[in-house]
């Protein structure tokens, strides 16, 4: 079993880990060294041997990494050897965008319901879906093994949605409302939040930096 | 003018950075400490030290930071000091959940326009925004002052997009296509990619870590 405490930082690198190693992969490429791995991942050679040690250390000496080994306990430490179910909360726009976001079914996490408690959206059909009552997500949670719930109401229902989400039995939320930040949840409660405007306001540095405002 | 070689981990700081100092702000504070801002920020106070002196310094010793100083700096530094104008390339369920987005407004962020090569699509209307051809674009970046092209197309229509957007003048790309990491962009364009499938991955990780999968 990995350590507890990985930081954010390391977190955050594990996606384009995943990705390099895939492409290593489908390139049929069998060992790769340190500083090889450093080269596509833009950071240190010496940060990949950290990173890589936290969560056990794959290497060896003068010999680097075995890819498909490396690839298949990348894979089984994110998580990615098995299938996810999830739900929606809030059958929106957002949503009706998710069930249809290739990216998902790549890496095996499927949509399986929608839920509304809006009385004119329940019963519409988006991608074979067809949204459900919010009375009935606690049964569906059951019965389909949904494990991740996405939150996609307006912000003004954040703290409702994400309140019957949890008392269905959703361990683990996906937020894309703004606001996440503010929702208290309990401790056995996972909760992601995904700021859209964060990631604007970093393209905005960049683009104020690099004198391309208007 | 500041240094211009910023780390990508300074820059994924910035937002939680103005949206501790907005906190402040709004609740009347004058000052705050480096301690006391790495307690909001949940970082150590000498990496608040050393990100705020990335941009000029702005802390007197045993004071601390003015917060109404620091906060307009900020703003500054992030361009959120103007109004910003946008686009959405791709006119579906993505387009039209972000010209509902609040979020983006709250920080000044408008989008003016929605285009699509699609002509079942044109002409429909969302959120007052009638669907434009593509070959409309061009002019009316320059008419309307466009800064950023929201690229929301699915991923096998992204590199005829991304080429039809810097043809006709879009220098400020935000991509919500997978497979962006493969677009070619000239030097004077920027490219900002949104890989939600990459938060996904994240997400599994510690979902799977926490022993909350099923």
Known sequence: MMEKNISRAV???????????????????????STEL??????????????LNTF??????????????????????????REHNMV???AGNLARAFTNYIGFKRIGFYIKGLFDNNPEVIGQTFHDLT????EELADFIKEENIEIGILAV????????????????IKNIWNFAP??????????VIIQNE????????????VTAAGQGR
């Not at 949204?131 to 919010?134: F, S």
């Open 56 to 81: 056990g250390g794959f290497g060896q000496q003068g010999y680097g990494y075995n890819v498909q080994n490396l690839f298949a306990e990348l894979t089984k430490i994110l998580g990615l050897d």
């Open 38 to 51: 450093a080269e596509m991942m833009k950071v240190t050679a010496s940060q990949i041997r950290q990173d």
């Open 154 to 169: 307006p912000w003004e229902y954040l703290n409702e949605a994400a309140s019957d989400m949890i008392s269905a039995g």
């Open 11 to 33: 977190i955050s690198r594990l996606p384009r880990y995943y990705r390099c190693l895939e492409k290593l992969m489908y390139d049929h490429v069998d060992r790769v060294s």
């Open 195 to 206: 700021n859209l405007s964060d990631s604007l306001i970093q393209l905005s540095f960049i």
């Open 131 to 134: 949204v459900k009552p919010m």
């Open 179 to 188: 606001g996440g930040l503010d929702i208290e949840v309990p401790d056995d």
């Open 88 to 90: 929606v909360i809030g």
